[in-house]
């Protein structure tokens, strides 16, 4: 079955652009990454599947059910992250994650303490009390303690530690094991590419790619990086060039005999050529039209 299905879902906010015509397919126990930067539609496109704004046209399903006629039976079953989470102020933690277990009408005191416990959150701590990250904290317990079949994470790693972003995917990925499928918004790339299977990248409000990451970082490209004094000056299929002191770094598409030749006719002391990583990839998408 299919967790998030949508078709030609298009969302404006009177004439300005939110998303346009988005299609779209994430498979049930799937770990998806939705990748684009700011104002690229992500947001819009997660309020748009849980049923916080109405589309301005098209369609979606969450585990086969329609996000308009059946929002609250999709909301008992769906853990939301959003990139921004706002409480009641005065309140403890412990009392917000009672509030929103209560509210799926569900104990979950014994996996809220465990999860506290896993991301050194305190119970008693009143929320306008904690800092940005320990707020985060909060919201991802709140996210997490029902045992959602379908976790929307929003940006989640925001005000995050290392250590503490280490021990988050730690615990989504015991999640995916487990069966949940986990739908992950980030502009963050590293992220993506280390715990996410598929991913779609979107741009302007449209899926511009959709993929296996493996395939999506896959280019004809390469990574080149020279020890030495080179002249690549006539070499076509330089792009990205950083020059450094007695060094030179860049992306290579072109002919690769043609590479050599330029080197050899150098003094190269050194020479490293590996794939590129996802967010070099990803710019291209941006900057080229996923050409690379």
């Known amino acids: 079955m299919e967790a998030i299905k949508t078709n030609n879902l298009t969302k404006y906010y009177g004439k300005a652009r939110g998303i346009t015509e988005l299609n779209l397919s994430v498979e049930e126990g799937e770990f998806f990454g939705f990748i684009g930067p700011n104002g690229a539609g992500k947001s819009t496109t997660i309020r748009t599947l849980l049923g916080l704004i109405s589309p301005t046209s098209g369609n979606a399903e969450i585990f086969g059910k329609d996000i308009i006629n059946e929002k609250e039976a999709i909301l008992q079953n769906v853990g939301y992250l959003p990139s921004e989470a706002l409480f009641y102020q005065g309140m403890k933690v412990k009392d917000i994650l009672k509030l929103s277990a209560d509210m799926r009408k569900k104990n979950c005191k014994a996996e809220a303490e465990l999860l506290c416990e896993r991301l050194q959150l305190d119970l008693s701590r009143k929320v306008d009390e904690l800092s940005f990250g320990n707020r985060k904290k909060v919201a991802i317990v709140c996210a997490l303690q029902h045992k959602p079949e379908l976790l929307v994470l929003d940006e989640p790693t925001g005000g995050l530690d290392p250590l503490m972003q280490k021990e988050f995917f730690d615990i989504l990925r015991e999640r995916n094991k487990e069966g949940a499928t986990v739908f992950l918004s980030s502009h963050v790339l590293s992220e993506v590419q280390r715990n996410c299977t598929r991913a779609a990248i979107i741009r302007d409000?449209?899926?511009?790619?959709?993929?296996?990451?493996?395939?999506?970082?896959?280019?004809?490209?390469?990574?080149?990086?020279?020890?030495?004094?080179?002249?690549?000056?006539?070499?076509?299929?330089?792009?990205?060039?950083?020059?450094?002191?007695?060094?030179?770094?860049?992306?290579?598409?072109?002919?690769?005999?043609?590479?050599?030749?330029?080197?050899?006719?150098?003094?190269?002391?050194?020479?490293?050529?590996?794939?590129?990583?996802?967010?070099?990839?990803?710019?291209?998408?941006?900057?080229?039209?996923?050409?690379?």
Do not use: W
Not at 233 to 259: A, K, P, Q
């Open 205 to 292: 409000g449209r899926i511009i790619a959709c993929d296996s990451v493996d395939v999506l970082a896959k280019t004809s490209a390469k990574r080149v990086t020279v020890h030495g004094m080179v002249n690549l000056e006539n070499l076509d299929g330089v792009r990205d060039r950083n020059d450094m002191e007695e060094s030179v770094s860049f992306l290579y598409g072109g002919d690769m005999d043609s590479l050599l030749r330029v080197l050899s006719s150098g003094q190269v002391k050194d020479l490293t050529v590996t794939e590129p990583d996802l967010e070099e990839v990803f710019l291209h998408y941006y900057e080229k039209d996923g050409e690379l």
